[in-house]
């Protein structure tokens, strides 16, 4: 499969303690999106890679969330003392290019579910 | 701040029947316009949009962007079941692409 992978496919904690996700992009890929989506609406940008570039960040990152991309290819979101307004699809997509505007291809998604 | 607005945001149609999404978009240095489908998972992307006025087709799916008005449709004609979905819009401002989604379209088709 050449798709873009992430994992696990679902996460349910407690409130107050650490998750880590990770995403695989498509190999040739040099951006690399973090997502977040909740129930009725769309998905909303959290942060981006140029490869091994943290080049953006949303204001709905908090402290408490933090990202890498070591190496340029896969990817990992950590979210730190974790609270139930975390709760959401936590969605990861890849583009290929340096410049200009590409189609961006989404991963499957982890659930993240905070009790 | 970004905006995408979709409407309608529900649609409940026959197969057979012919529907049209609506998206506007205010972004700023706009770049791109994109539609994807979304069922019980991940968004799958359906077209991207850079200039007005060229018609995307795919099958019974196709799109336009006006520029102009900044706005884009998704057409789906013949519609089938298995087109029930959640459609989203999404404009890309930036060189890199960062997206701005709408709110989705959810289309249900009974048979």
């Known amino acids: 499969d050449t798709g873009v992978s992430q994992n696990p496919r679902h996460k349910i904690t407690k409130r107050g303690q650490n998750v880590t996700f990770r995403c695989d992009p ?44 070591p190496k340029g290819s896969f990817s990992t979101l950590e979210i730190q003392r974790t609270e139930q307004g975390d709760s959401a699809m936590y969605l990861c997509a890849s583009s290929p290019g340096q410049y200009g505007a590409h189609e961006q291809f989404f991963g499957p998604g982890t659930r993240l579910t905070v009790l | 701040e970004d905006k995408v607005v979709q409407s309608p945001l529900s649609l409940v149609v026959h197969e057979g029947d012919t529907v049209t999404l609506n998206c506007s978009y205010e972004v700023t240095n706009f770049r791109s316009l994109l539609w994807y489908k979304q069922e019980k998972k991940a968004p799958t992307f359906l077209f991207m949009l850079t200039s007005s006025g060229i018609e995307k087709k795919s099958g019974r799916l196709s799109s336009i962007l006006d520029k102009k008005e900044l706005f884009s449709i998704l057409n789906i004609t013949a519609t089938q079941t298995g087109d029930s979905a959640i459609y989203l819009c999404a404009a890309g401002g930036t060189s890199y692409g960062k997206l701005t989604f709408g709110q989705g379209t959810i289309l249900t088709v009974h048979p």
């Open chain 1, 26 to 69: 498509i190999s040739e890929h040099n951006r690399l999106y973090w997502y977040r989506q909740t129930l009725g609406q769309g998905p909303e940008f959290l942060t981006y890679f140029q490869n091994e570039a943290q080049l953006e960040k949303s204001r709905l990152l908090s402290d408490r969330f933090s990202a890498e991309r």
